[in-house]
């Protein structure tokens, strides 16, 4: 068999397997719309028209050298499936300058008949280019990630570039062509085969990302709407219990009432007691329901004669005295629900205020205007609560509730839910204990909470 009948069998085995793989290609990216299958199916296109063109078409130094320069387009679909695989932008700007300066040089150098060597080789380097830039985006800046499959592409990559320079010193040799089938053939054959199983890999990654992704999103989602249901018992479990609790008082007042004639007044103060729990329980189905609250502007003084009446019977039994101090001049205006503002605010300051005084003791509410805000202060000279616990209570994270002065037992969610409602009507808290003083308060604990001030249309 000649060389020339051994080429031409290498060429249409190579053709066949090219056009084979042009074939896989195109089922793999239409049933999979990866983008890196998109680029391979575009490389086994433009080498199969490449390698045709290398065939048939040139006769002359000058043909040969010119159709060599159609291998660009390959080359650069190469690094472009490279930068897919590694997570880069393509860009082609400064490879196409640089093929078109080779193109100049090129042709400058046929026209003048220089050697063969020289004319080709800056059509060499153009081609050698997006392959040298590949080979760095492996080994150099993605060192640390590295697999060994793309390793594998990497070497397979210097391989083709040393063909490359190859066609420049060595493609006039005797018997050059079949050396250079021969070499081609076994790199296409050897990229048939790590192309796709580095794509596979490639895509198994970006599929784990983004299930990964999914998963985070769904667990998120899960968090927040278990967190919210958490919060929403919490509400109902804490701001219930108050009004509960004056119920059982004026039930007790009614069964030792002893020709006192107080029952219709206690009857009374039940039924307001029995509204503020069906209230509560309307308010939760409310946020259950994500209804959304209608805010509006609300008079902090009149919410704290509501307070006043959740909480006579508490501070009677311990003899704690509320003394109320309204410093505001009438500017306590603030844009809230007012229902929400009276018992999941108010009602848990006052709450956490008595359940940890001394009997016998004072509590300050207190009420003021500061420039765009209105400030609301409640003090007591109790026994304070340590810097865990307050850190705590801002990181909004389970706090052991702590009996109070009299054995009163809670809930432990009081002044979270605080916090966190003070935050969707744009207010904030601040909590000063025993060692942190605020103004004159030099034992105890002080609780500042601050929203800003609404102007009444």
Not at 119 to 128: E, G, H, I, K, V
Not at 144 to 155: A, M, R, S
Not at 166 to 171: I, L
Not at 443 to 456: N, R, Y
Request: overall charge neutral; charged content about 15%; proline content about 3%.
């Amino acid at each position: 068999m000649t060389t020339l009948s051994v080429v031409n069998t290498l060429f249409v085995a190579l053709m066949c397997f090219v056009f084979i793989n042009t074939i896989l290609s195109f089922f793999l990216w239409k049933y999979s719309h990866h983008p890196v299958y998109s680029k391979i199916l575009k490389l086994w296109v433009s080498s199969f028209i490449y390698l045709g063109t290398q065939f048939f078409f040139p006769v002359t130094q000058s043909e040969i050298i010119l159709v060599y320069g159609v291998g660009i387009i390959p080359m650069l679909l190469t690094y472009s499936i490279v930068c897919e695989i590694l997570g880069k932008e393509t860009s082609y700007d400064k490879f196409i300058v640089f093929f078109i300066i080779a193109t100049a040089f090129t042709v400058t150098f046929i026209y003048f008949n220089t050697p063969f060597v020289v004319a080709a080789f800056p059509f060499s380097m153009a081609l050698a280019y997006p392959l040298i830039m590949a080979i760095k985006m492996i080994f150099v800046d993605h060192k640390k990630t590295i697999t060994l499959l793309q390793k594998v592409l990497g070497l397979v990559l210097i391989a083709w570039i040393i063909q490359i320079f190859n066609f420049a010193f060595f493609r006039m040799a005797p018997n050059s062509q079949l050396y250079g089938w021969v070499t081609v053939y076994g790199l296409y054959d050897i990229l048939a085969i790590v192309l796709p199983a580095v794509s596979i890999e490639e895509h198994l990654r970006t599929e784990k990302e983004r299930l990964q992704k999914l998963v985070t999103e769904r667990t998120n989602e899960l968090s927040v709407a278990l967190t919210d249901k958490e919060t929403l018992l919490k509400i109902l479990i804490h701001d219930i219990s108050n009004p509960l609790t004056v119920m059982r008082w004026y039930l007790k007042g009614i069964k030792t009432d002893k020709g006192q004639h107080n029952s219709e007044l206690y009857l009374s103060k039940i039924e307001r007691s029995q509204e503020i729990v069906e209230n509560v329980v309307k308010k939760v189905k409310e946020l259950q329901t994500q209804s959304n609250t209608k805010l509006s502007v609300i008079s902090i003084s009149k919410c704290v004669e509501e307070v006043k009446f959740v909480f006579e019977k508490a501070l009677q039994f311990k003899n704690i005295t509320l003394n109320f101090e309204d410093e505001s001049e009438g500017e306590d205006h603030i844009l809230a629900d007012q229902f929400t503002f009276t018992h999941s605010i108010l009602s848990n300051l006052v709450s956490n205020a008595i359940k940890f005084s001394h009997p016998n003791s004072e509590i300050i509410l207190s009420i003021k205007r500061d420039g765009d805000y209105v400030k609301v202060i409640v003090t007591d000279s109790g026994v304070g609560m340590n810097a865990t616990i307050i850190s705590q209570i801002f990181a909004n994270t389970s706090i052991e509730s702590t009996p109070g002065t009299n054995g009163e037992h809670g809930t432990g969610y009081g002044l979270g839910i605080v916090n966190s409602i003070l935050r969707s009507f744009n207010g904030q808290m601040e909590i000063y204990s025993c060692d942190q003083k605020y103004g004159q308060n030099t034992e105890g604990t002080t609780i500042v909470i601050t929203l800003p001030f609404a102007q009444i249309k």
